[in-house]
């Protein structure tokens, strides 16, 4: 979270470093601020608030000068005032940061020991008065920066900035990520490439513990050990137009229509032109020597993991367990022999994430990962990645990459049913078939929007709502509940259909919309009777099912939403719109910040 960007460049930076934190905001939305050095001088904007904020305030005040840093900020230490807000500076020396300083209170008593106070409540603070305690001390910029690195703790990405050097930024990671582009007779560090895309698309990735000394004509990159190490620049395809809202009146309208494109695009790049296989990369896995599946992840992708354990127990037999990376890190849980690890993370920068893999590296006979961003710590540190292929998700609610994450998981269970002769040829051949015409059934189902609409305008006005699903409709169920609260603000929680009895359903009464995801599959029936407990307690049910589930289950429910027929395997990803066409209806009735809701950042690199 926070998105950083650094350029030592030609021309005037200010406009450069805006249009970089535009494409980092999604790290967080927070503040906003940049620093530049002009003629030798350093200078620095700030604004609370989202970017534009910034932006307004370079018109009235504008910031000149080739050389500079910048950062939109999710605020960890301290509130969102600008005084918190970054870039921050002591003396001769500004910084922006990504990630979080555990040590930063015994660095501050360190300091506070020689006499120099602090202004802010932030870790980073502490960062830029070291340095310049440094500088004081009759150290150069880059010794002063790193004698600073070399007392930090936690996770970080870096940019310093000193005044009096226009030709020097120092850039450096640990635990969160960091790429440097390379342009013509410029340089450029940020949080990710896709801020850099407008400038360049040469990308270097620091490693863990790199430090990079910037000059517009070098690069030196030093690593943890302290050597001088060569890495490698890649070009990154990354389109740089596809930031836009393509006539959407918000990213995440424009995502969830997008699904049927990027879901057909996603299929075509692992099923083989013939049909006839599942084309995993590189060599692939060999299901047949893993006896168990360990999975952790967070949020909606944690979700699509629970998903994918109904499909890898039922379709391939293998046994599975998922947790939230975040509790898995530290519950040092026995990773057993013939164990594949899969970690499934949209950004491929989820701190938790991250050290869940890590954890697994050493121990289990294989790491998968399912990313949206091939050059993602995540993925680059798997041994296998499957890339979902989503194209850029810009809004905060994870949409498109949600579908894509379980369509690449169901090809892997498929696979691995295959693979162990659970599924003939045949079984296996059909499974592809049906898997090839769920772009066009999505199609079809994106006609259900104005239904959905007018119900999430009624559901807009509620305190709280259920979901229940059962099967592999209950990872759902919690997915619709997130997409709702994180985006509505309204409370929601779901439970397996089967628990409502256990408790919760305590809670409904005349005022509770109670969401039902349930196609008429095996245990439809079921649902259908826990459904019917909750009418009996005057819950408004909201049924969302298929034309065979209305004909039969369709009495007394308050609203009935009917999705096309679909091959119950595939149902867990087609029945995700009608739970985003509601939470994004709802969210849009109630006028809050549909892509950027408040406390929010896509991308989560602290713990
Ligand atoms: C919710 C959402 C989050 C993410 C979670 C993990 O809409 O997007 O819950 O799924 O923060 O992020 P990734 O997938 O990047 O690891």
């Known amino acids: 979270m926070c998105g950083i960007v650094g350029i030592l460049g030609q021309h005037e930076v200010a406009p450069m470093l805006v249009e970089a934190l535009k494409r980092l905001e999604y790290r967080g939305y927070d503040s906003a601020g940049i620093a530049t050095v002009n003629e030798g001088v350093l200078g620095r904007r700030r604004a609370i608030g989202k970017l534009v904020n910034l932006s307004d305030l370079l018109v009235h005040e504008p910031l000149a000068g080739k050389s500079g840093i910048g950062h939109t900020r999710w605020a960890t230490h301290g509130a969102p005032t600008l005084v918190n807000t970054h870039p921050h500076r002591a003396g001769a020396v500004a910084v922006v940061h990504n990630g979080i300083i555990e040590n930063y209170r ?45 007392k930090l703790e936690g996770a970080y990405a870096l940019a ?102 990027v879901i057909s695009e996603t299929l075509a790049s692992y099923i083989a032109p013939d049909a006839s296989d599942i084309i995993l990369p590189g060599d692939g896995i060999d299901f047949a020597s893993i006896n168990r599946i360990t999975m952790a ?21 293998l046994p599975v367990e998922v947790d939230f990376a975040s509790e898995f890190r530290y519950r ?37 990962a399912v990313t949206n961003v091939p050059e993602s710590s995540i993925a680059r540190e798997s041994d296998l990645n499957m890339p979902i292929h989503a194209g850029v998700e810009i809004g905060v609610a994870s949409t498109k990459a949600f579908t894509c994450q379980l369509t690449v998981l169901l090809l892997l269970a498929l696979k691995a049913a295959h693979a162990r002769g659970r ?93 039902v995801i349930a ?33 039969t289950a369709s009495d007394g429910v308050w609203q009935t939403i009917i999705m096309p027929d679909i091959d119950d395997d595939l149902a867990p990803i087609l029945y995700a719109i009608p739970v985003q066409f509601l939470a994004y209806h709802a969210a849009v009735a109630k006028g809050t910040d549909v892509d950027q809701p408040r406390n929010l950042a896509k991308s989560v690199t602290v713990e």
């Open 519 to 551: 196609p008429r599959d095996a245990l439809f029936d079921k649902t259908v009777s826990n459904m019917q407990e909750v009418m009996a307690r005057g819950g408004k049910v909201i049924l969302i099912t298929d034309a065979a589930g209305a004909k």
């Open 332 to 368: 040092t849980p026995p990773v057993t022999e013939g164990t594949a690890a899969l970690f499934v993370s949209q950004s491929g920068e989820t701190a938790d994430t991250l050290a869940a893999l890590r954890y697994c590296a050493p121990l289990a006979q294989t790491i998968l």
């Open 106 to 150: 015994d660095l501050r008593a360190e300091l506070a020991e020689v006499g120099i106070a602090y202004q802010t409540e932030t870790d980073t603070e502490t960062v830029a008065l070291l340095a310049q305690h440094h500088l004081e001390s009759g150290m150069s910029p880059i010794e002063a920066a790193r004698a600073t690195l070399a």
């Open 160 to 261: 310093f900035l000193f005044d009096g050097e226009p030709d020097l930024m120092i850039a450096a990671r640990k635990g969160s990520p960091l790429a440097i582009g390379h342009g013509e007779g410029e340089v450029y560090v940020g949080s990710d490439a896709i801020a850099l895309a407008p400038m360049t698309d040469r990308i270097t990735y620091l490693e863990e513990g790199d430090c990079a000394i910037l000059s517009r004509s070098e690069v030196t990159i030093i690593d943890a050990d302290g050597q001088t190490v060569q890495r490698e620049a890649r070009t990154i395809r990354i389109d740089a137009a596809r930031i836009d809202k393509a006539g959407h009146k918000h990213f995440m309208s424009k995502e969830i229509a997008e699904q049927p494109t």
């Open 297 to 317: 992840s967070c949020g909606t992708a944690y979700y699509a993991c629970l998903t994918a354990k109904y499909w890898f127990e039922q379709l391939a037999g």
């Open 423 to 515: 599924l003939t040829d045949e079984g296996f051949k059909a499974k592809l078939a049906s898997l090839r015409s769920l772009p066009a059934t999505f199609n079809q189902a994106m006609s259900i929007e104005e239904t959905v609409r007018g119900v999430a305008l009624r559901i807009s006005q509620s305190r709280d709502v259920l979901f229940l699903g059962r099967g592999r409709m209950f990872p759902l169920a919690l997915e619709g509940a997130l997409k709702l609260k994180e985006i509505s603000y309204i409370h929601a929680e779901a439970y397996a259909s089967g628990e409502l009895k256990h408790g919760p359903i305590a809670l409904v009464d005349e005022q509770m919309p109670v969401v």
